[in-house]
């Protein structure tokens, strides 16, 4: 059985490390490479850092900044935020991405996300997908908005089928409010694709994580828990392990 991953995902906005509350409350942490120094020492799985500005900006996530991050990142590292050419991934790759996770560009031209894999491999394509909660219904979430055009599942599925080699679901309806995972959103969508599935937002504690990670996700992403509260990546670990959940 694969072992499951605890990923903490560090916003930026550009050069800033923030945390949002349902994408749109910001609180400034500072700087991102404190917070990959912090990780360092806490043998995590992998990191996942995400520009949430850099789309809206008509830009890439800074590939210098990426470079000096990856000198002092000793896991895996994916990078998202205005990627949506083969050069922006090509940049990033280079400057010591493990994976690059694209979002906004893959609504608008889903094509990109197979021309992607083609070049550079399944492996390292991460499709990242906003999405809010509508009763025990869910959409897909853009710019802001609902993207109504968008089918939450059909765009699972054709992700998969474009040859992304992993789905990032990003949870908007919890972000940053630390009120609990949503176990069945997270069971839905990993059971429904073959490809690896990372389910993040609302993660309450280290028993949660535990919760969510019994579905069949691959991994579970952590954000405020682990920038505001004591709980740390060990003892997540540690509570999956103790619910017989396969853990790093």
Request: proline share 3%.
């Amino acid at each position: 059985m694969l072992r499951k991953r605890v990923i903490p995902i560090v916003l930026l906005d550009g050069f800033s490390v923030l945390k949002t509350i349902q994408f749109k409350q910001r609180r400034n942490l500072g700087s991102p490479v404190t917070v990959v120094r912090t990780y360092n020492t806490r043998n995590v799985d992998e990191l996942i850092l995400l520009d949430i500005d850099a789309s809206k900006q008509g830009r890439a996530i800074d590939k210098f900044t990426i470079q000096d991050l990856a000198r002092e990142c000793f896991m895996p590292l994916t990078v998202g935020g205005g990627i949506s050419t083969l050069g922006d991934i090509e940049d990033l790759l280079k400057k010591g991405a493990d994976k690059v996770a694209i979002n906004s560009v893959a609504l608008s031209r889903p094509s990109f996300i197979n021309e992607a894999a083609k070049v550079f491999g399944s492996q390292c394509i991460v499709h990242s997908i906003d999405v809010v909660e509508d009763g025990s219904d869910f959409a897909v979430f853009s710019n802001g908005q609902v993207c109504t055009e968008s089918n939450f599942f059909d765009l699972i599925k054709q992700s998969e089928d474009l040859g992304a080699g992993e789905l990032l679901i990003n949870n908007v309806t919890r972000d940053g409010c630390m009120q609990g995972g949503n176990r069945y959103l997270a069971e839905l969508v990993s059971s429904t694709v073959r490809i690896p599935v990372i389910y993040a937002g609302g993660i309450s504690s280290a028993s949660d994580v535990a919760t969510v990670a019994s579905t069949s996700v691959s991994g579970v992403g952590v954000s405020s828990l682990f920038h505001f509260t004591d709980t740390t990546p060990d003892l997540c670990r540690k509570a999956m392990a103790a619910a017989n959940i396969p853990v790093r």
